[in-house]
């Protein structure tokens, strides 16, 4: 967790910027850089939640029985988390499109002629007064995109989630 706190110390935005400055902005370095600076966050949560979990009356009861870690682990902790964790997936997926597109939008992310939802709203900055829907539309589905993930999260965790089972 030491390695977890010392990532999160610097800002994903600027870490992201720094490895592209000496990487090529390609699509796909854009996503490994994304997905490598966003895990954090969820590794935290997860720790987080298998402590929470690991001092409830279940499995002081599994151990009783004589139920070893592994068995504890993978059959009552990582079911009670599972909704935690597909939750800060989802959210995760939403923050990684906002951030390509915040990328492209300034023109460091992915490069023309790729596109990109925020190469479109880049190239319909230049025409605002004339053709205000060539950047209004991308905007919301930008806006659509990520809400929909959200709300995905949320329809996951409502269906996944034990303790909210009746």
Not at 76 to 89: D, E, Y
Request: proline share 5%; hydrophobic share 55%; with cysteine.
């Amino acid at each position: 967790m030491r390695f977890v706190d010392i990532m999160l110390c610097f800002p994903a935005f600027f870490l992201i910027l720094a490895v592209i400055a000496f990487l090529e902005p390609s699509i796909w370095n854009i996503m490994i850089i994304i997905g490598l600076t966003g895990w954090m966050s969820v590794t935290r949560l997860v720790r987080a939640d298998f402590i929470s979990l690991k001092e409830r009356d279940f499995i002081h009861a599994a151990k009783a029985i004589g139920a070893g870690d592994a068995r504890i682990i993978f059959l009552h902790i990582l079911p009670n988390s599972m909704a935690s964790i597909l939750v800060a997936a989802t959210l995760g997926i939403a923050g990684a499109i906002l951030t390509e597109s915040a990328l492209s939008f300034l023109g460091i992310g992915v490069q023309p002629p790729t596109p990109s939802w925020g190469n479109i709203l880049t190239a319909g900055k230049d025409n605002i007064d004339i053709a205000w829907w060539l950047s209004l539309y991308p905007g919301l589905a930008i806006l659509v995109t990520v809400v929909g993930y959200n709300l995905l999260g949320e329809g996951i965790r409502d269906l996944l989630d034990p303790r909210l089972k009746k």
